[in-house]
């Protein structure tokens, strides 16, 4: 709280937000698909300099109270900026190897187009439960699906929304995810009984997520065999297909398995394709130094462009070639251009006082228990549009309502599932939050392809508010309440 300087009013506080949907509303007028690239990053900078304009005009805010606080934003983000790097030469790295092409010419063969969507689904609600983490599933298993998806005709926005849903739905439920833990200790909620109470929510809204996915599949009208089999055909005559190349993501999975620390998950994982690389793919390797090198000096060059540059692969399909194609670690500057200047806007605001200010809005209109939970959700979506970081939200959040759900007799398990089901899951959903970013840039599928078909992300929130309206297993500490619940 601050208790040095005065809070700016609510509607001065909401003021930037107008401005940057305003902003944001001509970027994708103008840019479309490529506002990411550089246009958004404008946006969010502008909006910040009005920002720190109306904090330094009304008192609220000196420029050394912005220097502090964006310091502490960007810091707070810099290992994610570094996963986020490493991601990228674990992309590179995998599909050059062969890894990747074999995890879906193998996959072509086994899963049916009917089935594919719910299938991918659960594949990475599996993984994404046994992992913990939904970063490293969509960039190992879901790059893979989505060339299965596009293989078979499905559009991409419905590819990436059930690779996404799968994958957020398991990372939300799973002991070893950090959102996870972080939600139940910053509640001072025991884990498994966070876990457990979100299960009452959790589960509708990704069961009704499976059963739209299995119908949209059923409804799937089969590009044919061909487009099938001549993606397949392209990756055999490009790559070594071997099933021996699968025992890097098997390696892969045991590190995760025994909760290794991710940066050296990660560079191991692309250590390993390197090597896999080198040993099954040498003229490809060649092929991509394109110098006149000693031999192994040339492949040396190769691994170094595959993990950090762009490649580009000739299959002789020219969707494949796409889909095939990396950008490497220099593939994940934007988005991280993106994440220095989201982070930008969150510090003004937050030096300005403007979050604790539309934070104390959301606590004052909070009137029985739906309100409790409607706020809570309203004000996890806030800071995840401002904060652009789900583990900043979860924290702020969590923060915030502590104190007043001790004090209206709430257990704390309701705020910890309430602030679950708004921040982590709908992070994804926002384009300038780190998550948004990054499965966008990882997927190649732009945010606002993908939102709509992200089921389970946006059902999570509306059925804690459902759950809240009826009632359901919601329970008191104490029967010393401010109000009385409707």
């Not at 009005?50 to 805010?61: A, H, K, P």
């Not at 708004?422 to 966008?440: D, E």
Request: proline content about 3%; glycine content about 8%.
């Amino acid at each position: 709280m601050r208790n040095d300087k005065k809070l700016p009013p609510v509607w001065l506080s909401f003021l930037p937000l107008v401005i940057l949907v305003l902003l944001l509303a001509l970027v994708l007028t103008s840019f479309g698909s490529d506002s990411l690239s550089g246009a958004s990053q404008i946006a969010l900078l502008v909006t910040s300099a009005c920002c720190i304009l109306m904090g330094m005009s009304v008192g609220t805010m000196h420029w050394e109270d912005f220097e502090k606080s964006i310091s502490k934003h960007i810091g707070d983000v810099s290992q994610s900026i570094l996963i986020l790097l490493l991601i990228g030469a674990v992309g590179g790295a995998w599909m050059a190897s062969g890894i990747v092409p074999t995890m879906i010419y193998y996959g072509l063969q086994i899963i049916s187009p009917q089935w594919f969507l719910v299938s991918s689904c659960l594949i990475c609600a599996c993984i994404s439960v046994m992992t913990g983490s939904s970063w490293t599933t969509i960039a190992t298993i879901g790059i893979a699906l989505l060339g299965i998806g596009k293989a078979q005709g499905f559009h991409e926005g419905w590819i990436a929304g059930a690779i996404i849903s799968g994958a957020y739905f398991g990372d939300k439920i799973s002991p070893m995810s950090e959102t996870t833990v972080l939600a139940s200790s910053m509640t001072q909620t025991p884990l498994f009984t966070h876990i457990r109470y979100m299960m009452y929510t959790t589960t509708p809204a990704f069961v009704a997520g499976l059963i739209i996915f299995t119908v949209a599949g059923l409804m799937h009208e089969t590009v044919g065999g061909n487009q099938s089999e001549t993606f397949a055909e392209g990756l055999n005559s490009v790559f070594h297909i071997s099933p021996w190349l699968l025992t890097v993501p098997l390696l892969t999975g045991i590190m995760i398995a025994r909760r290794l620390p991710a940066v050296i998950i990660l560079f191991a994982a692309t250590l390993m394709a390197c090597i896999a690389a080198i040993i099954t793919q040498p003229a490809l390797v060649d092929h991509i130094a394109d110098s006149y090198l000693d031999t192994w000096l040339n492949r040396f060059r190769g691994i170094m462009i595959i993990v950090c540059g762009n490649t580009s692969i000739d299959t002789g399909v020219p969707a494949l070639n796409d889909l095939v194609a990396t950008r490497g670690m220099s593939g994940m500057m934007s988005t991280i251009w993106l994440i220095f200047c989201a982070m930008t806007l969150g510090a003004s605001m937050s030096a300005a006082g403007m979050i604790e200010s539309i934070m104390r809005m959301f606590i004052r209109i909070t009137h029985n228990t739906f309100s409790l939970v409607a706020s809570t959700v309203g004000a996890g979506l806030f800071m995840n549009t401002v904060c652009a970081d789900q583990y900043l939200s979860i924290i702020l959040t969590s923060n915030m309502f502590r104190e007043h759900y001790k004090k209206l007799g709430y257990e704390s398990r309701l705020l910890s599932r309430t602030t679950e089901d708004a921040v982590t899951v709908t992070s994804v959903l926002i384009p300038w939050n780190t998550c948004g970013m990054t499965q966008s840039m990882v997927l190649g599928v732009s945010t606002y392809a993908y939102l709509p078909y992200c089921f389970f992300n946006y059902l999570s929130p509306l059925m804690s508010l459902a759950v809240a309206a009826i009632g359901y297993k919601i329970f008191r500490t104490t029967r010393n309440s401010i109000t009385k619940d409707s």
